[in-house]
């Protein structure tokens, strides 16, 4: 038996539970319990069932047919919210079978806190259907529904009555250990064991890496309207990062007059290019002198001069 993929079955005169735990995808063994199911009804547990993809809902939808040929009436109990949403999605997922219980899943917003609650279908009544009531263990309060009414609940409105309920409740308060009453609060993320192997009841997401925003790259406008600002950088702001300068003054460790992080062309890296407005303060080198001014100063000099010979040309002819 698959390691992600559990099962056990058990028989109780003319009734079976088939406890199903883990993940149903290609690698699933349903076929192999068909064998062990006798005609009649097969109460299938799938509270455990932590995921299942588009292989798994052919081959569980297969499967349930082979059941059907042979007599076999399915009796859905515990259906996990991954199971609930392909119910609500593939349209004969559970065939001629009814569901009998599943698990409605909650969330606290002010403990972070994750929970699934046991519910029978019977107990929904008529649509519109809304989430029973449930209340978190940390701080008392009423925990918010954790998907959409409409369509979480939507496979409720097609609902069937099951035969034999007597024999069903009878093998499921028998062969389920400490289930015994028919509502059950568990924690979502909790875990239990089938055939010696730990299963969790909810498939584990890898948390992301925490993202620290450096200093000195804009912030995002407030909602007052106000601009964003432009904060100076400091060395060693951001591991990996270098710091290149502010615009105002100049960054710890550089010379006056140079932009850390800037090079020109031709030089070590270590050398720094002359800083933006270079010449407007003090400290920093004035721009040269240009030389064009001293060569209007020749030109007019020149024309004056050609003027005067000119005036002596014309009195001297006189």
């Keep these: 038996m698959s390691q992600k993929f559990q099962a056990s079955v058990h028989h109780r005169d003319e009734v079976s539970y088939v406890k199903l735990a883990g993940v149903i995808d290609e690698d699933n063994e349903l076929t192999s319990l068909t064998d062990k199911i006798p005609s009649g009804t097969a109460v299938i547990d799938l509270g455990e069932v932590e995921r299942i993809n588009s292989c798994g809902v052919r081959d569980w939808v297969n499967w349930l047919g082979k059941l059907e040929s042979q007599s076999t009436r399915a009796v859905l109990v515990e259906c996990s919210p991954a199971i609930v949403a392909q119910i609500n999605l593939v349209n004969n997922f559970t065939g001629t079978g009814v569901v009998k219980s599943f698990y409605v899943p909650y969330f606290c917003p002010d403990c972070d806190e994750e929970k699934v609650l046991l519910v029978d279908a019977t107990d929904m009544g008529p649509p519109p259907h809304e989430p029973p009531t449930c209340r978190c263990d940390e701080c008392d309060l009423v925990m918010d529904f954790d998907d959409m009414a409409d369509s979480y609940f939507a496979f ?12 069903v409740n009878g093998v499921i308060k028998e062969f389920a250990a400490g289930e015994a009453n028919d509502k059950k609060v568990r924690s979502r993320g909790s875990s239990t064991s089938l055939s010696g ?37 400091t060395t060693g702001t951001h591991p990996g990062m270098r710091a290149v300068g502010s615009f105002q003054g100049t960054a710890p460790g550089s010379r006056p007059g140079s932009s850390p992080g800037f090079a020109a062309p031709g030089t070590s890296p270590g050398a720094a290019m002359p800083a933006f407005g270079a010449g407007v303060v003090g400290d920093r080198p004035a721009l040269a002198q240009p030389r064009s001014s001293a060569i209007i100063y020749i030109l007019v000099g020149v024309l004056i001069l050609a003027i005067g010979v000119l005036a002596f040309l014309l009195f001297a002819s006189k």
């Design 156 to 167: 409720l409105s097609n609902q069937k009555k099951i035969a034999e309920p007597e024999k």
């Design 197 to 233: 192997a730990a299963i969790s009841s909810l498939p584990s997401v890898p948390s992301l890496p925490s993202i620290s925003r450096p200093s000195g790259i804009l912030q995002a406008p407030s909602k007052t309207g106000s601009r964003p600002s432009i904060a100076p950088l």
